[in-house]
Nanobody
Framework: QVQVVESGGGLVQPGGSLTLSCAAS????????MGWYRQAPGKQRELVAS???????NYADSVKGRFTISRVNAKNTVYLQMNSLKPEDTAVYYC????????WGQGTQVTVSS
């Protein structure tokens, strides 16, 4: 069983920045594809960004050029650096670890508002 825990959400003004962190348990973190998803009220959960164990990162068109996903395998941690935040980025952000199965965190709220 893999446990995934997100942190770093909060309230930020439009144009501001925020960094989310996700820590995953287990000794096989490096082989997981890690992803950040978000779900806004009344909307379906959507992929924001993903980073495989090897290979290229992937971003939703709506966040390209503003968000950066990265991972530090030695710390079992993945990050989401969010810049130039917009009100439409407001959502609960979920971390996902995927290797055969999907493991989800509880989510962290990001609110972009003045």
């Amino acid at each position: 069983q893999v446990q995934v825990v997100e942190s770093g959400g909060g309230l930020v003004q439009p144009g501001g920045s925020l960094t989310l962190s996700c820590a995953a348990s287990g000794r096989s973190f490096s082989i997981y594809t890690m992803g950040w998803y978000r779900q806004a009220p009344g909307k379906q959960r959507e992929l924001v960004a993903s980073i495989p164990s090897l290979g290229n990162t992937n971003y939703a068109d709506s966040v390209k050029g503003r968000f950066t996903i990265s991972r530090v395998n030695a710390k079992n941690t993945v990050y989401l650096q969010m810049n130039s935040l917009k009100p439409e980025d407001t959502a609960v952000y979920y971390c996902n670890a995927r290797y055969i199965y999907d493991y989800w965190g509880q989510g962290t709220q990001v609110t972009v508002s003045s």
